[in-house]
């Protein structure tokens, strides 16, 4: 699911939402209730979704985790 295909829409894969994911971070800390209520609807993803995507973005180092708040590896 991360790698594009032609078929998809590109506005809902989980490269493009994981950057939005860092801008928005970039901007303000978020917890990761506060990130997942603000960008659900936006983006449409499940749960499930949500949590690989932030795995994901942890798992490169892109963000971290203090005291149950994301902020970007500046």
Same mark, same amino acid.
């Given at each position: 699911?991360?790698?594009?295909?032609?078929?998809?829409?590109?506005? +809902?894969?989980?490269?493009?939402?994981?950057? *939005?994911?860092?801008?928005? !971070?970039?901007?303000?800390?978020?917890? &990761? #209730?506060?990130?997942?209520?603000?960008? +659900?609807?936006?983006?449409?993803?499940s749960? *499930?979704?949500?949590?690989? !995507?932030?795995?994901?973005?942890?798992? &490169? #180092?892109?963000?971290?985790?203090?005291?149950?708040?994301?902020?970007?590896?500046?």
């Open positions: 699911m991360i790698i594009p295909t032609k078929h998809q829409n590109l506005s +809902k894969n989980y490269l493009v939402v994981g950057a *939005e994911f860092c801008a928005l !971070i970039k901007k303000k800390n978020y917890t &990761i #209730e506060e990130l997942f209520q603000k960008t +659900k609807d936006k983006y449409q993803i749960l *499930e979704a949500f949590f690989d !995507i932030v795995t994901f973005l942890w798992l &490169i #180092e892109a963000i971290r985790l203090d005291n149950n708040t994301l902020t970007t590896m500046e």
